[in-house]
């Protein structure tokens, strides 16, 4: 973790103090957005770069705008900051518009003008105040740079009020929950118009390799991997914070970093409610990457790394994750319906030490019978952290099964 030198980062740093980014302070440490953007092919860079999306599904962000750009017609288009971060476990978003909410707006500038848009908005949690003022107070400083409509819409409270379709219907309507795909958000999305949703990190980052070039961003990274990213860290940790980091940066030195050992830490929850668990002692010397992490079979999400410590129940953990996340859902498609609460029941009642027969065999029957069948991925992401927690976690559900009690913690609860 070796930012803290270089001030032209997002953060530089672990969690920051004091005050928002005034917009002078932040023109004299980045310079002019213009300076360097006015000449540069923003989406050939953005390419490049191989920078990902940071709201978690990690789709290339140049691409997505290369999308938009070529759309047919001359119809308007809408950019949406996403900063919804409903993620409980995560604060990246919120930290990121807190202290550096200039560089969120630089970056959605920089995507209307390549996408042709004619509105900006900027879709933040309601929960996150700090983050809401700052964002508020930066959109009035740059009133006449903006150059376009743009507004601030509070983003309802709950996990899928982040959720792309979900966003552009809280935006239209106010309720924020997804809608059935097709048309896509791309096609009909604000105001009907071709939308492009892209998390507030991704766009942050769009604006520094404006400014310096897809070769710089790709000077940081480890092991092979190219560029930095935030990541929170939280749990079986004496700091917790968001961290901004090298890609490649082994899980274990930004554990350590946030006080953390290996000793201490029975797992670790990579990317997300929607990501993985995995064995902390496997995945110490794993590299921060979401290539790298795709390819084990483990997720970079939303750059969250969550420590489970020693000595703790896995069944119970992921319990309550799964009973939030099934609470979480707009309960209007089958599979969150009766897959995800019958999935989180189940987990339950092993968990709290009163299974039934068959409450293994119910989840593991589940999860393939609830991927890819809701209108959103809410499902798909959880039925993904609960089929890692059966991986990792498999001796202590099959002893919460047969015995009702947990083979951590001796109890029937999983909690000592
Ligand atoms: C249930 C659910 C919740 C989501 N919540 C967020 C969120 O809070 N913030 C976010 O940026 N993306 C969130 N996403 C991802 C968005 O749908 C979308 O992919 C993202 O905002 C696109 O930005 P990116 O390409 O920069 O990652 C969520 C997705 C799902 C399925
Ligand atoms: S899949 Fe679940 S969260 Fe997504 S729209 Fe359907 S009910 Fe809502």
Not at 148 to 164: D, F, H, I, N, T
Not at 265 to 278: E, K, M
Request: glycine share 12%; net charge neutral; hydrophobic share 45%.
């Amino acid at each position: 973790m070796t930012l803290g030198h270089d001030t032209r980062r997002l953060l530089a740093g672990p969690t920051l103090d004091g005050d928002p980014e005034r917009y002078p302070a932040h023109i004299a440490r980045l310079g002019a957005l213009r300076a360097g953007a006015a000449d540069r092919d923003i989406i050939g860079s953005l390419e490049a770069s191989g920078l990902l999306g940071r709201g978690g599904a990690g789709f290339p962000v140049g691409r997505k705008w290369r999308a938009l750009a070529d759309r047919g017609g001359k119809s308007s288009a809408v950019v949406v900051a996403n900063g919804a971060e409903g993620e409980p476990a995560s604060h990246k978003d919120r930290i990121l518009m807190a202290h550096r909410p200039h560089l969120v707006i630089d970056g959605a500038i920089l995507a209307a003008e390549a996408i042709g848009a004619d509105e900006i908005v900027f879709y933040v949690g309601r929960e996150h105040e700090a983050a809401l003022s700052a964002m508020k107070s930066a959109i009035a400083e740059r009133k006449a740079d903006l150059g376009r409509r743009a507004k601030l819409v509070q983003a309802p409270l709950g996990y899928v009020a982040g959720e792309a379709t979900a966003v552009v219907n809280a935006i239209n309507t106010g309720k924020g929950k997804p809608t059935t795909v097709p048309p896509r958000v791309s096609e009909r999305g604000v105001g009907k118009k071709p939308t492009l949703v892209q998390n507030v990190e991704s766009l942050a980052y769009a604006a520094l390799i404006a400014r310096y070039g897809d070769a710089w961003y790709r000077t940081a990274g480890r092991l092979g991997s190219k560029g930095t990213a935030l990541v929170t860290v939280s749990g079986a940790v004496k700091d917790a914070g968001v961290w901004e980091i090298e890609l490649g940066t082994p899980v274990g030195e930004v554990a350590e970093e946030a006080g953390a050992t290996v000793a201490r830490t029975r797992a670790v929850l990579l990317g997300g409610y929607f990501g993985t668990w995995a064995n902390a002692s496997d995945a110490w010397a794993l590299p921060m990457d979401p290539a790298t992490m795709k390819s084990a079979g483990l997720a970079f999400g939303c750059g969250l790394l969550w420590l489970l410590p020693t000595a703790s129940c896995g069944v119970w953990a992921t319990a309550q994750i799964m009973e939030y996340l099934a609470d979480a859902s707009a309960a209007q498609c089958g599979p969150c319906l009766f897959g995800l609460r019958a999935i989180a029941d189940a987990n339950t009642r092993l968990a709290a030490g009163r299974p039934t027969a068959g409450d293994l065999a119910l989840i593991e029957r589940l999860i393939p019978q609830t991927v890819g069948r809701g209108a959103c991925h809410h499902p798909d992401g959880a039925v993904q952290l609960m089929a890692s927690a059966l991986h990792v976690f498999g001796e202590d559900f099959a002893h919460h099964a047969r015995t009702g009690v947990c083979l951590v913690t001796s109890t029937p609860t999983g909690v000592r």
